[in-house]
């Protein structure tokens, strides 16, 4: 089983519309969780972080639920412009860093 | 300031040939990470650097594979006898010491091996 695992997608909705990406983790060590976007042949750039209390910024909201070993990445109101692969990352607190695989995101006119 | 950069942006070899890849970390970053990514799927970590400190090398996939950090700033990524498995971009991130999961991104180097 891989560490970090992410639904690859793709997530097809219309501009306006609420999506939600789910992430799980196999090590219950794992202590620190972040979300990056990388956008078709660009570098992956950090977007937020997710901690025990969760995390939001704009439209963008980041929780983690520990009991049962998963982080999501909702997305209200999506533009045209949050097209993007989301790339899940988890740490267990030492250097080594786990992406996922990624979820491919296309948001329609 | 200046992000993180690499190169070459494009690298064809042969099967067989050694290629070297380099990356220039943002200054100041004592962290440098090197991933790669093959067509369509995540992130695979290869090696970690901080500092002086010895690197995290358990991600290289075999001993073809090495990397050094001169001087605590500038890496360099090397694959002995190409393979065509080896096909994939190669990209290097960099942090602050005590803020390693914020990792900046290099444009990657695409190897190709024919």
């Known amino acids: 089983r891989k560490e970090v695992e992410q639904d690859p997608g793709p997530f097809n909705v219309p501009e306006g519309a609420t999506v939600a990406f789910n992430c799980t983790y196999s090590?219950?060590?794992?202590?620190?969780f972040f979300w990056y976007r990388q956008d078709c042949r660009k570098e992956p750039k950090l977007l937020m972080s997710?901690?025990?209390s969760g995390n939001e910024d704009g439209r963008f909201t980041a929780q983690l639920n520990r009991a049962s070993q998963y982080i999501s990445l909702l997305i209200r109101d999506s533009k045209l412009s949050d097209s993007a692969t989301y790339l899940c990352v988890g740490h267990t607190g030492g250097f080594k860093t786990i992406f996922g695989a990624g979820t491919r995101l296309f948001v329609k006119a | 300031g200046a992000g993180v950069s690499q190169s070459p942006s494009n690298k064809v070899t042969e099967k067989g040939k050694d290629v070297e890849l380099r990356c220039d970390p943002i200054s100041g970053h004592t962290a440098l990470y090197w991933y790669r990514q093959s067509l369509g799927q995540g992130l695979e970590f290869l090696i970690y650097f901080q500092g002086n400190s010895a690197p995290d090398k358990s991600g290289l996939p075999s001993d073809r594979f090495s990397a050094e950090r001169t001087g605590g700033s500038v890496s360099t990524l090397t694959i002995q006898r190409t393979q065509q498995e080896d096909s994939a971009v190669y990209l290097c991130?960099?942090?602050?010491?005590?803020?390693?999961?914020?990792?900046?991104f290099g444009p990657g180097t695409r190897l190709t091996v024919t």
């Open positions: 997710v901690y025990s």
């Open positions: 090590n219950s060590a794992s202590q620190s």
């Open positions: 991130a960099s942090s602050l010491f005590d803020r390693v999961y914020e990792q900046y």
